[in-house]
C-alpha cells in the first residue's frame, strides 16, 4: 500500500469514526443541536443516503440506533433475495443495519457477518446485536481487500455504498469471488458514474470520502466483475447522487 492510499483510507476509517460517535452522542443527548450523522457525506444531495431507503416495517424489527447509523445509498437486502439458511456477508456492515436485517431474513438456520474496519462501529454493531438479541451474527474487523473468511464460506455478498471507497477495487472483487460458493451471488449498491464523466469531474462533484470521487463508471464495474469471474452482470441505477453520479444496484453470479 502506497503512502497516498494508506492516508485515504485512513481518511476514509477517520470518518466514519466521527459518525459512530456522532451517533452515540445523538442516542444520548435529546438536544436538537446533537451531532448529526449526515456530516459522514459531502454529496451534491446528502439527502439520498441514509435510512430513508429502508421500509418502515424493516426499520421497526431492529434498533434505532442502527437505522439512525444507515449511511448507505441503498438497500441491498432487498436485491439480494436472501433465503432461509444462507450465509451472507456484508462489507463495511457499520452500525449492523444490514446484518441485522440479513440475519432475519436468512432465519435460524442462516448466518450474517459483517465486515468493518472501524473500531467505533464495530462497538455499535456488537451494542445493536445485542439488543436486538441476533445469535446468528457476528462481526469481524478486517478491511475488504483482505476479507478474514475463509474460500467458499458465504453464499451471498451484499454491500452498501462502500465498494467506491476502495482504493484497490480489482482486489475486491477477487476477494468477493473468492469467499462465496460456487454459484453464489452478490447484491451490492454502490455510487457508479457515467461513463463519459472522468476522474477530476467527479471530484468536482465530491469528495473520495464522500463516496463520488472513488465511484467506478458502469462500464468499469462491469468490466471489473466480468474480469474476476462473475456471470449475469447487471448494474441498475435507482437514483441520483450527484449530476452524472447514481445509486445503483449490482448484481451478479459466481462462474
Avoid at 467506478?216 to 464495474?221: E, G, I, R, V, W
Wanted: net charge negative.
Amino acid at each position: 500500500m502506497t503512502d497516498s492510499t494508506a492516508d485515504l483510507r485512513e481518511e476514509v476509517r477517520q470518518r466514519y469514526a466521527d459518525a459512530a460517535r456522532s451517533v452515540e452522542a445523538s442516542t444520548v443527548d435529546s438536544d436538537c443541536c446533537a451531532p448529526s450523522v449526515a456530516g459522514a457525506f459531502e454529496t451534491a444531495d446528502s439527502g439520498d443516503f441514509g435510512k430513508w431507503l429502508y421500509q418502515s416495517d424493516d426499520l421497526s424489527t431492529i434498533p434505532d440506533g442502527a437505522a439512525l447509523a444507515s449511511l448507505g445509498c441503498g438497500n441491498p437486502t432487498a436485491v439480494a433475495e436472501l433465503k432461509q439458511g444462507e450465509t451472507v456477508l456484508d462489507l463495511g456492515s457499520g452500525a449492523g443495519i444490514d446484518v441485522l436485517l440479513s440475519a432475519k431474513r436468512v432465519g435460524p438456520t442462516g448466518f450474517a457477518y459483517g465486515l468493518d474496519m472501524t473500531d467505533e462501529m464495530l462497538d455499535l454493531a456488537r451494542e445493536h446485536q445485542t439488543e436486538a438479541g441476533a445469535t446468528n451474527v457476528e462481526f469481524r474487523k478486517g478491511v475488504i481487500e483482505d476479507i478474514p473468511l475463509g474460500d467458499g464460506a458465504v453464499d451471498v455478498v451484499i454491500s452498501n455504498c462502500v465498494i467506491n471507497l476502495s482504493t484497490d477495487k480489482s482486489a475486491v472483487f477477487s476477494e468477493i469471488q473468492r469467499v462465496l460458493k460456487s454459484g453464489g451471488r452478490i447484491g451490492i449498491t454502490d455510487v457508479v458514474a457515467d461513463n463519459d464523466l472522468s476522474e477530476a469531474e467527479r471530484l468536482e462533484r465530491g469528495s473520495w470520502v464522500g463516496c463520488i470521487a472513488g465511484a467506478l463508471s458502469f462500464a468499469d464495474y462491469e468490466t471489473g466483475l466480468a474480469q474476476t469471474g462473475f456471470s449475469d452482470i447487471s448494474i441498475e441505477p435507482t437514483h441520483n447522487v450527484a449530476e452524472g453520479m447514481h445509486s445503483a444496484i449490482i448484481k451478479a453470479i459466481k462462474i
